[in-house]
């Protein structure tokens, strides 16, 4: 049972969807049909969508039991410098509250290097321009060897939400980027398949900023982009999460640690920061041509 509960379980997003679609396609156009069969086709759309919601439902309470473990995989760190962990696996899993796009242990990095306050959270302007934070444009590295399988950096990036009534804003916006799919949500980012067939994703990179494309071989360490606030993102940071999928549809999060990095000012060593933690990583290389 456990494999066709899980293979459920992965596409639960895309059946969410759907049944969402179905609906508000009933709710809009109903009306404009007449007659019997129009009748029995429209309650027939209206119970299949209710049932996928409710399909959606038990396997988000269910389904997460049919997920193989795995062990902790070692990357290098996406970033150098002096960053604060926030929604960090270390702390919970799934760290985002959600198993969803394939981030049960993702991490969100944000740029504090020593002496750098960067704008508080509940603080006007409520909108910063992106380039207010200083993790904005920052390089973000590849985190594993591998082959490049996404690449995508045509979103723009909007400001930042800094306090309550914008950050309710960004709530808002996200249930509406939900709407078109992953890729709305995680905004420009990079995938790279490694030679164990794990998926590594950094994600909210800067419009434009990508350094490679689909198919390119890149190493750990390598540049792939920078730092933005692209997607669902209420400030500059980087987003970095391992998958056993390339599709955020259907991906599901591996376990993973950073090589040799220091928190709070430790020794390096393999380990991911908790929640309010800072990791100190080593400086990104140029990608060999």
Known sequence: MNPAVLALYRVRGA??????????????????????????????????????????????????????QRQRVTVHSPVSGRWL???????????HGTRAYGQAHAVDLVFEPEGYARPAFGTWPAMREPQEFKA????????????????????RDHRSRTNLIAFAYLMAEGAVRELGGPGFVVGNHV?????????????????????????????????VGACGNSGNSSEPHVHA????????????????????????GQDPADGMPRN????????????AE
């Open 191 to 223: 995938v790279v398949r490694d030679a164990n067939g794990d998926f590594a994703a950094t994600v909210h990179l800067s419009q434009g900023s990508k350094t490679v494309n689909v198919g390119d071989t890149v190493r750990a360490g390598d540049i």
């Open 136 to 155: 904005f444009g920052q390089p973000v590295v590849s985190m594993v060897d591998g082959v490049v399988v996404r690449a995508s950096d045509w979103r």
């Open 85 to 95: 962990a926030m929604n960090s696996p270390a702390s919970q899993t799934p760290s």
């Open 15 to 68: 059946i969410f969807f759907a049944a969402t679609a179905v609906l508000v396609a009933v709710a809009l156009f109903g009306r404009f049909l007449e007659g019997e069969v129009a009748d029995a086709i429209l309650l027939g759309l209206v119970v299949a969508g209710l049932a996928g919601w409710l399909l959606c439902l038990l396997l988000a309470m269910f389904g997460a039991k049919a997920i193989p």
């Open 276 to 287: 309010g933690q800072h990791l100190t990583g080593g400086e990104p290389e140029p990608r």
């Open 241 to 264: 999460q391992l998958m056993d999928r390339a599709s955020f549809w259907t991906a599901q999060g591996v376990p993973f640690a950073f090589s040799e990095i220091s928190i709070d």
